[in-house]
């Protein structure tokens, strides 16, 4: 009799809850016109439908809530402020669209668009997407335009989606089917302790060659954990680096930085200085595809314990795949025409190199004093 009570009870209780969400509209002829008042109206777990339109306006989620948008409904928001602040240095930030404080906020079929974001200065920093100390998800999505006037190149400022945790909370959040382009600095990034990301079946497509900021396509750094499966991260060229000897930056298609245990499978890399970079430890790279990186690699392992299996690499300035770092496990690998095909810094201990196949490399294995690049890097933090 308790038990049926019981079961009653929490059904009663779960009816109630689905029963008290609502769903808001919002299109210029409905009662909510804007994005911010259907949030600042909503109560956690009610759902917000966007009907198409061009939306000129930042918005602030503080709460859990289902954004679900129509075909053509668009962020675009001018002049953009200063409207949150770094969690690793109090710098500020103007985001489109930022989720801070709370969980369970999906963002779903939504165009955001930065092109008329008026910044006229390397700060703040111009973010698409931004989840601060919030989890959530964002599927279906574009991202877009997020970059300075031409005379502002070289700022550090311009990134599509960014995850970041501080003070000691956290962050886990979903990327799931999303087109990032037109960006200046980074497509995709997740800093911190404290951050998780699922980052799975996007496009992110850089500005090709360039002569300011050097690109990453996706990074995880700083601490920050997750899953890099599936995407398809292409042009992100920095146009001075032409040569090892002289090159300054790197850009990158995908970059681990600074953080352990990530793994990175099933992408599609190409275009780039380096395909994927690992600068970290324990890191899984598998059944990755990397194609067309120029001057240095396809993959670049630069640490201890990580493992780079059954990948597929074409066309490679320096090597198809770089090791600086002992116990690392290279195995199962495709390298085709690269100037070398694995390279193995001297001094490196207990790799595990084999059952590779290499062909249309004029040196299938090399061991020289080749130093570091990390120092060329250019995350974003």
């Not at 146009?239 to 970059?255: E, R, S």
């Not at 990948?311 to 090791?323: H, K, R």
Request: with cysteine.
């Amino acid at each position: 009799m308790k038990l049926r009570m019981f079961v009653l009870g929490l059904a009663a209780t779960l009816f109630a809850f689905t029963t008290s969400a609502k769903q808001l509209h919002v299109c210029p002829t409905a009662t909510y016109t804007t994005i911010q008042s259907a949030v600042d109206a909503a109560s956690p777990g009610d759902s917000i439908h966007i009907c198409a339109a061009t939306y000129v306006e930042q918005v602030s989620i503080t709460k859990s809530l289902d954004i679900d948008a129509e075909n053509g409904a668009i962020v675009m928001p001018s002049p953009m402020v200063t409207n949150a602040s770094s969690l690793f240095d109090a710098s500020p930030l103007a985001v489109a669209i930022v989720i801070s404080n709370t969980t369970d906020v999906s963002i779903d079929g939504l165009i955001v668009d930065g092109s008329n974001s008026g910044i006229s200065a390397c700060s703040p920093d111009l973010f698409g997407i931004a989840f601060l100390n919030a989890s959530g998800s964002v599927r279906r999505t574009t991202v877009r335009g997020f970059k300075l006037a031409a005379a502002l190149n070289g700022c550090q400022s311009g990134t599509g989606i960014f995850v970041q945790s501080g003070e000691g909370q956290s962050s886990s959040v979903w990327i799931d089917g999303t087109s990032i382009h037109d960006f200046q600095k980074n497509g995709i990034t997740a800093n911190e302790v404290g951050t998780e990301v699922f980052v799975r079946g996007n496009f992110v497509t850089g500005l090709g060659p360039t002569t300011g900021a050097a690109q990453n396509g996706i990074q995880v750094g700083f601490g920050a954990t997750g899953f890099v499966t599936g995407n398809t991260v292409s042009n992100t060229v920095y146009a001075p680096c032409t040569a090892v000897a002289t090159c300054t930056n790197v850009a990158t298609n995908i970059l681990i930085e600074q953080s352990d245990g990530v793994t990175v499978a099933n992408n599609n890399v190409s275009v780039s200085q380096v395909g994927v970079f690992v600068n970290a430890n324990s890191v899984e790279v598998a059944n990755n595809q990397a194609a067309a990186n120029y001057v240095f690699d396809g993959i670049r392992l630069e640490g201890n314990s990580n493992r780079a299996g059954r990948n597929t690499v074409f066309t490679s300035g320096e090597s198809g795949i770089f090791l600086d770092g002992n116990n690392n496990v290279v195995r199962n690998n495709t390298i085709t025409d690269a100037s070398i095909g694995i390279l193995k810094t001297t001094g490196s201990t207990g790799n595990l190199i084999q059952m590779n196949s290499i062909s249309d490399c004029p040196i299938t294995i090399q061991d020289p004093s080749v130093h570091s690049i990390a120092k060329l890097l250019s995350p974003q933090r």
